[in-house]
Nanobody, 122 residues
Framework: QVQVLESGGGSVQAGGSLTLSCAIS????????MGWFRQAPGKEREFVAA????????AYADSVKGRFTISRDSTKITVYLQMNSLKPEDTAVYYC???????????????WGQGTQVTVSW
């Protein structure tokens, strides 16, 4: 059974940085492309970033491009989301999920984690 566990969330001031981690267990890591999504209160879940199985290709939402970086470490079986220049509008619960190919469509993702809260304030 594949399990996905996010960590690294917290509270930070605007302009600050956080790094989220997503640890995978119960599966061969190279099988999956990985993605990060977020959901703010009262809003739908939205795509943030994704990375292909090899780590060679990535995709980002326009709202985070240039500020966020997704990466993966096969030795640690972990995907990271480095978030810089954080804004209050980045406040949300951040979720990690698996996919069989690089995609931004949440319908193509499965094995969703429980999420980690990120709060950005002035």
């Amino acid at each position: 059974q594949v399990q996905v566990l996010e960590s690294g969330g917290g509270s930070v001031q605007a302009g600050g940085s956080l790094t989220l981690s997503c640890a995978i267990s119960g599966a061969t890591f190279s099988t999956y492309a990985m993605g990060w999504f977020r959901q703010a209160p009262g809003k739908e879940r939205e795509f943030v970033a994704a990375i292909d199985r090899s780590g060679g290709k990535t995709a980002y939402a326009d709202s985070v491009k240039g500020r966020f970086t997704i990466s993966r470490d096969s030795t640690k079986i972990t995907v990271y989301l480095q978030m810089n220049s954080l804004k209050p509008e980045d406040t949300a619960v951040y979720y990690c999920a698996t996919a069989y190919r690089l995609t931004i469509d949440p319908r193509n993702f499965g094995n969703w984690g429980q999420g980690t809260q990120v709060t950005v304030s002035w």
